[in-house]
């Protein structure tokens, strides 16, 4: 599809017409760089409900990339697709709870918001839930749910999680004391 016909769609405020034209105008392809026409064309696509142009949107606040740098937009846009139920929106909403980066810090949010990713599989989202379990951060200390979730993200392939998991499955040290 062309620029043109992407343009035209975009403009008769198809939602796919504004996505397409919004990355297109992001990464240069088939028309010159243009990151703040981009965030416009995200927008009216966001307004839309649709998830990937919220969080591509929320990523250019976050970045300040097209935008000026907005961290409560950014959370605005991350919730719009967590509530939505996108696995993705839900981890960088729980992101942005545990840095208070755009709203007040909040270990309990975030961990309910890395649940709902873990659940659906998202490996970062299990990696940080385990985390929090862990350590007793936003939620009280368990270490069979730090487990359980260590556990799927290692199934996943995650190296931090399977070297995690291989401390809570390694024999206790001995604590006899070297002569």
Excluded: C
């Excluded at 309910?112 to 951060?137: C, I, P, R, S």
Aim: glycine share 10%; hydrophobic share 35%.
């Amino acid at each position: 599809m062309t620029i043109e016909t992407l343009r035209a769609l975009a403009e008769q405020g198809d939602v796919e017409g504004q996505f397409r034209l919004a990355e297109k105008l992001e990464n240069g392809q088939g028309v010159t760089k243009d990151e703040a026409e981009a965030a416009i064309w995200y927008k009216k696509a966001a307004e839309q409900g649709l998830i990937e142009a919220q969080l591509n949107l929320a990523d250019m606040y976050t970045e300040g990339r097209g935008v000026e740098r907005n961290d409560p937009e950014a959370v605005h846009w991350y919730r719009k697709a967590a509530e939505q139920g996108d696995p993705d929106g839900q981890f960088e909403l729980a992101m942005m709870y545990v840095l208070g980066q755009g709203l007040d810090k909040d270990d309990s949010l975030a961990v309910h918001w890395f649940h709902k990713a873990a659940e659906q599989g998202h490996v970062d989202a299990q990696f940080n839930l385990a985390f929090m379990y862990e350590e007793g951060q936003g939620v009280d200390e368990n270490k069979e749910e730090s487990r359980l979730w260590y556990g799927k993200a290692a199934e996943q392939g995650d190296e931090e999680a399977q070297k995690k998991l291989g401390i809570y499955t390694a024999p206790p040290k001995s604590k006899k004391k070297r002569k």
